[in-house]
């Protein structure tokens, strides 16, 4: 069963062992002893499919079947889904954002969380984007005139 504790440590932590044992209230050197083999009764079997419920008790128990319920992955794939498409929102303001902003949209990202800002932030963020594309446009269309202008061909004056 520690060999599938790993897996789960993997999947949930990317195998960062302290930062699973914070996620489930326990401390490293009882992760160490469960990995191990040691203490492992229904006590640490039962906190595992409590906080981790897309975790199959049967194959935590058994090794049969997936470890992850069918159900709660499709769960899990809508969340991460949500969040992909919350961030891809948010990354369109990128340009205008202040040092402070984003470094705030870093730290969510990095840290595997939607970021979150006020709807008076979003606004602002969609009014400078308006303002920045056209600015962009105006500046295309004037310098396209400009190549016009200067690419045309002079005829000679009879």
Not at 51 to 76: A, T, V
Not at 96 to 114: C, F, K, S, W
Not at 117 to 146: D, G, H, N, V
Request: with cysteine.
């Amino acid at each position: 069963m520690n060999n599938r504790l790993l897996e789960i440590i993997k999947y949930k932590t990317g195998g960062r062992q302290t930062d699973f044992a914070a996620l489930l209230g326990w401390t490293p050197q009882y992760l160490a002893k469960l990995l191990r083999g040691e203490n492992f009764g229904i006590k640490p079997v039962v906190t595992l499919l409590e906080k981790l419920p897309e975790i199959s008790g049967r194959w935590l128990l058994l090794g049969q079947g997936d470890m992850l319920e069918i159900g709660e992955l499709f769960n899990l794939q809508r969340e991460a889904f949500s969040q992909v498409q919350a961030i891809l929102e948010i990354e369109q303001y990128i340009p205008v954002m202040t040092p402070e902003e984003l470094h705030i949209y870093e730290q969510a990202v990095r840290d595997r969380r939607t970021p979150d800002y006020s709807p008076e932030t979003l606004e602002k963020w969609a009014r400078l984007t308006t303002a920045r594309k056209q600015e962009m446009e105006a500046r295309f269309a004037a310098a396209i005139a400009k190549s016009t202008e200067s690419c045309r061909q002079r005829t000679a004056k009879k």
